[in-house]
């Protein structure tokens, strides 16, 4: 741990709304594990800054020795629940998330756990801007058509989807689980979810009028960006 806590950020929350560094995006993985994806991504896209999120920190140790060991120095890692996102960036500061292999809960009275429920997306909705997009992959079929239908009715556009990601060869970085997976010739399932004006976000639950005057002035203010 000593050796590699560089890369461990211990008060996220006093970096909220500063993440983001002037011409540089900003992506989030949820659920690192032992980050071999983390460390490959990083290391494939020098221009991108990545902050890595893992609630059990021994597989985060080892995340971040990779990092260490490949001495990156875009990617950083902390140890905190997806449930709290909302405390650690701001709205819009993210410009995409990796949900990569997220455990099942396979019991209908736990799927609230599952990091595809309406609760998450609500956040990643409110941390994304407009056409920012969450990347998601499973080997758990059930889980993949569940959470389909979540992103669907929560508004999300759904812009990639494949029941056979690798059906033709590897496509993309592989995951630590996901190679297991290959070994073991099971399909793995992946989607991009895009956020839409209608995607429901954290403030879904407010009466219509002021959801309503909130992204009219959300379109006010992408236009004033683009003019
Ligand atoms: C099955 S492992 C997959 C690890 C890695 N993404 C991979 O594909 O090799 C799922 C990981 O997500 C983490 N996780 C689950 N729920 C989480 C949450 N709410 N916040 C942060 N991490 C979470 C777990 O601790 C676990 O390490």
């Known amino acids: 741990m000593e050796r ?7 008060e996220p929350e006093t970096r909220k709304g500063t993440w983001k560094k002037p011409g540089r ?43 260490q060991a490949a001495k990156l120095n ?18 819009g500061e993210l410009e995409c998330i990796y ?19 309406p609760a998450f997306l609500r956040i990643y909705a409110d941390l994304l801007p407009q056409g920012g997009e969450v990347f998601f992959k499973t080997d758990n079929g059930p889980l993949f058509e569940w959470s389909v239908e979540q992103f669907k009715n929560e508004g999300w556009q759904i812009r990639k989807l494949t029941r056979d990601l690798h059906a033709q060869g590897i496509c993309g970085i592989l995951t630590d689980y996901e190679r297991r997976f290959l070994e073991e ?12 004006m209608n995607t429901l976000d954290g403030r879904a639950g407010e009466p219509p009028r002021l959801r309503n005057a909130a992204l009219a002035d959300a379109r006010a203010n992408q236009k004033q960006e683009g003019s």
């Open 99 to 117: 949900i990569n292999f997220c455990d099942p809960w396979p019991k209908s009275r736990d799927a609230k756990f599952r990091l595809t429920a």
């Open 4 to 10: 590699c806590k560089n890369y461990l950020v211990t």
């Open 185 to 196: 010739g099971v399909a793995i399932k992946m989607l991009v979810a895009r956020r839409g």
């Open 74 to 91: 875009n990617v950083c890692f902390l140890d905190y629940d997806a449930a709290r996102l909302r405390e650690v960036f701001s709205p």
């Open 25 to 67: 995006s900003l992506k989030l993985e949820i659920g690192c594990g032992k980050g071999s994806f983390t460390c490959a991504l990083a290391s494939a896209e020098q221009e991108c800054d990545l902050v890595a999120i893992e609630k059990v920190p021994d597989a985060m140790i080892l995340a971040m020795e990779r990092a």
